[in-house]
């Protein structure tokens, strides 16, 4: 959310920040209807001053037995009475249509988010690790899953297109990735939280994906919402809350379902395990002042390396351009894993900071040392990974030509020392 104090004060420059997103501008329509919801309050307030000052004027007239004068005065008070709700009515209505315009502008880019329409314009910051060269044709991992308990065709029947039935080998391993991936991150010093999966408009609306993605989320019936991200539940942790700066930063991770319409990708990633409804994933929170944001995008950013440099897959970084950053996003990272069935790199995991966007949303404040005001405090989140995602890569980067995959060193501890998944013959 934007602070309306800020537009007004240099709309060129909102409207400039806005262009670089691909988005008209908006100041003129934003201010022009806080100048209207701002004359609408001050006329109420100079209406209620009146009355009180007329109410304290009839004591006096009646005090004074001038009945003529204090009738007169009575009959404004009357005229102020019924006028006051409709100018009440007038600043609610503007408020609420000033909100509602505010809350669908995306979160303005960082001065070194680069420019551009789509992923073609991102920018590659680093490369790490070494494609494996194989001595046979590698194979996607919709050809390889099945034999190892990636059960597409009952998961379809069961529930519809993208959701899959894991069992046997495959089950196991998803297993020990998201649990790998959870110790990982809480050893860098996040908190484990074990969230709500269902939540309401008000923690949906913090994150940003109300009112504007509804399409790509479930709904229950007694209106609660799926969550597509457990960064929704972990952030709202600090709505509507003002914190100690001692208390920061706060660092939160959780390992859950996710849940995605996938409304927006139709037609992409329609076979195989990498675009499902749903999802485990382990999600990464940092809730932090506003002079650790930058340090906390990065230590992130690499705390979701690690995982990729543990599990010893080829990956590389991505600056995502202005086009391709998600709503609350002030600069993104995407982590791109390499798969040799595709030969090529897709995303495993976004790392943003969302600078203050999300807490004025939520109201989430911070008291600095030694001041009495307080201040938002600013937001980050990244997955650290995509459960399903990095089941894919270990398949097709470990898969041997006898349909088996080896199980990456780390992840054999947790497997109780298996060394190779075989499949079912």
Same mark, same amino acid.
């Given at each position: 959310?934007?602070?309306?104090?800020?537009?007004?004060?240099?709309?060129?420059?909102?409207?400039?920040?806005?262009?670089?997103?691909?988005?008209?501008?908006?100041?003129?329509?934003?201010?022009?209807?806080?100048?209207?919801?701002?004359?609408?309050?001050?006329?109420?307030?100079?209406?209620?001053?009146?009355?009180?000052?007329?109410?304290?004027?009839?004591?006096?007239?009646?005090?004074?037995?001038?009945?003529?004068?204090?009738?007169?005065?009575?009959?404004?008070?009357?005229?102020?009475?019924?006028?006051?709700? /409709?100018?009440?009515?007038?600043?609610?209505?503007?408020?609420?249509?000033?909100?509602?315009?505010?809350?669908?502008?995306?979160?303005?880019?960082?001065?070194?988010?680069?420019?551009?329409?789509?992923?073609?314009?991102?920018?590659?910051?680093?490369?790490?690790?070494?494609?494996?060269?194989?001595?046979?044709?590698?194979?996607?991992?919709?050809?390889?899953?099945?034999?190892?308990?990636?059960?597409?065709?009952?998961?379809?029947?069961?529930?519809?297109?993208?959701?899959?039935?894991?069992?046997?080998?495959?089950?196991?391993?998803?297993?020990?990735?998201?649990?790998?991936?959870?110790?990982?991150?809480?050893?860098?010093?996040?908190?484990?939280?074990?969230?709500?999966?269902?939540?309401?408009?008000?923690?949906?609306?913090?994150?940003?994906?109300?009112?504007?993605?509804?399409?790509?989320?479930?709904?229950?019936?007694?209106?609660?919402?799926?969550?597509?991200?457990?960064?929704?539940?972990?952030?709202?942790?600090?709505?509507?809350?003002?914190?100690?700066?001692?208390?920061?930063?706060?660092?939160?991770?959780?390992?859950?379902?996710?849940?995605?319409?996938?409304?927006?990708?139709?037609?992409?990633?329609?076979?195989?395990?990498?675009?499902?409804?749903?999802?485990?994933?382990?999600?990464?929170?940092?809730?932090?002042?506003?002079?650790?944001?930058?340090?906390?995008?990065?230590?992130?950013?690499?705390?979701?390396?690690?995982?990729?440099?543990?599990?010893?897959?080829?990956?590389?970084?991505?600056?995502?351009?202005?086009?391709?950053?998600?709503?609350?996003?002030?600069?993104?990272?995407?982590?791109?894993?390499?798969?040799?069935?595709?030969?090529?790199?897709?995303?495993?995991?976004?790392?943003?900071?969302?600078?203050?966007?999300?807490?004025?949303?939520?109201?989430?404040?911070?008291?600095?040392?030694?001041?009495?005001?307080?201040?938002?405090?600013?937001?980050?989140?990244?997955?650290?990974?995509?459960?399903?995602?990095?089941?894919? /890569?270990?398949?097709?980067?470990?898969?041997?030509?006898?349909?088996?995959?080896?199980?990456?060193?780390?992840?054999?501890?947790?497997?109780?020392?298996?060394?190779?998944?075989?499949?079912?013959?």
């Amino acid at each position: 959310m934007h602070d309306i104090r800020l537009i007004r004060d240099d709309p060129a420059a909102f409207d400039a920040a806005l262009a670089k997103r691909g988005v008209a501008p908006q100041s003129a329509s934003l201010v022009t209807l806080d100048e209207q919801r701002r004359a609408t309050i001050a006329e109420s307030q100079t209406a209620q001053t009146r009355r009180n000052e007329l109410s304290k004027a009839i004591g006096q007239a009646k005090a004074q037995k001038d009945e003529a004068k204090a009738q007169a005065l009575m009959a404004e008070v009357a005229s102020l009475k019924e006028a006051l709700p /409709a100018l009440e009515a007038d600043e609610a209505r503007l408020g609420s249509e000033l909100q509602a315009m505010l809350a669908a502008i995306p979160n303005l880019p960082a001065a070194d988010v680069p420019e551009g329409g789509g992923e073609d314009d991102n920018a590659l910051v680093h490369t790490r690790g070494t494609p494996t060269t194989f001595t046979f044709t590698a194979r996607e991992h919709d050809a390889i899953g099945p034999a190892l308990g990636l059960d597409f065709e009952t998961g379809a029947a069961m529930s519809g297109a993208r959701f899959t039935l894991v069992r046997g080998p495959a089950a196991k391993l998803q297993r020990a990735l998201g649990q790998f991936m959870l110790d990982h991150v809480a050893d860098a010093g996040f908190e484990q939280v074990s969230p709500p999966l269902l939540v309401r408009d008000e923690a949906v609306f913090g994150t940003g994906q109300l009112p504007k993605f509804s399409e790509d989320l479930f709904q229950t019936t007694d209106g609660r919402w799926l969550i597509p991200t457990a960064e929704v539940s972990l952030t709202n942790i600090v709505r509507e809350q003002i914190l100690a700066e001692a208390e920061l930063p706060l660092r939160f991770t959780a390992l859950t379902p996710c849940f995605r319409s996938e409304a927006g990708a139709a037609g992409r990633d329609t076979r195989g395990y990498i675009r499902q409804h749903q999802f485990d994933k382990v999600e990464m929170v940092s809730i932090v002042t506003p002079d650790m944001s930058e340090a906390e995008h990065e230590r992130m950013t690499a705390c979701a390396e690690g995982v990729l440099d543990a599990l010893q897959l080829p990956f590389r970084r991505m600056l995502l351009c202005t086009g391709d950053m998600g709503f609350t996003a002030a600069r993104t990272y995407d982590l791109e894993v390499w798969l040799p069935g595709q030969a090529r790199y897709r995303e495993i995991s976004s790392v943003s900071t969302c600078t203050d966007f999300q807490a004025r949303r939520m109201n989430a404040r911070y008291r600095p040392e030694g001041e009495k005001g307080t201040r938002f405090v600013h937001t980050l989140n990244g997955s650290a990974l995509a459960v399903g995602r990095t089941l894919v /890569a270990v398949l097709e980067n470990y898969q041997q030509e006898d349909g088996s995959v080896a199980v990456p060193a780390v992840l054999q501890p947790y497997l109780n020392g298996l060394t190779v998944l075989e499949p079912k013959r």
